[in-house]
């Protein structure tokens, strides 16, 4: 699910993508049943997939924990409600958004899907369709849509993973909104940031993670409250 040198085997990718889990499971109804809670303050929602979601991490240590006390530390007055779950396609996490955006009623929606479109062999069409209807029902919400960029392992062919990744580009360039370029930058290349199956960042890796969406995200919050 990153552009790193180290090849995936077909056999772990899919026991992988088979896998909903816990974190991606709960992740969900959470953002609904916090949603009392939430109603004071604009809501950010992450939709995303297991790099969103927490996979193989301690519950709180995810870049999407980090977001909140980021957030707190710099006094701006946001709740943040993570609708990621492991093995999402960019599909999944369309049919899932009316709901949440109903519910929620957020004011930002950071999307991090696609990465399991191209390891399912999903069209780069479909991939591209999707993301844009996911856009455009955030857009008609009078919400913010950030779109976080991807790559894929190099070993589905360089001319296809550069049609993915310049995917994201084109579509935050015709849409007007806030791109994240690449959400694994500045590790994608470094096997001791990944766990195991090479394929999702560690704890220790999630800060950096942050560091990437937060450059693009800070411009579209208000200004830290008054003390």
Known sequence: MMKHRLKVRATRVAAVLGIVGAFGVAALPDAFAANDQLSAKPVIVVLGDSLSAEYGLPRDSGWVALLRRRLASERLDYNVANASISGDTTSDGRSRLPALMQRLKPAIVIVELGANDALRGVPLATTEANLRAIVESVQRSNA????????????????????????????????????????????????????????????????????????????????????
């Open 144 to 227: 913010r849509a950030v779109l976080v960029g991807m790559y894929v392992p190099p070993n589905y062919g360089p001319a296809y993973t550069q049609k993915f990744h310049s995917l994201y580009g084109q579509l935050a360039q015709d849409m007007r909104i806030p791109l994240v370029p690449f959400l694994l930058a500045g590790i994608e290349n470094k096997p001791d940031m990944f766990q195991a199956d090479q394929i999702h960042p560690t704890q220790q890796a999630q800060p950096a993670l942050l560091d990437n969406v937060w450059p693009t995200l800070k411009p579209l919050l208000h200004k830290p409250a008054a003390q």
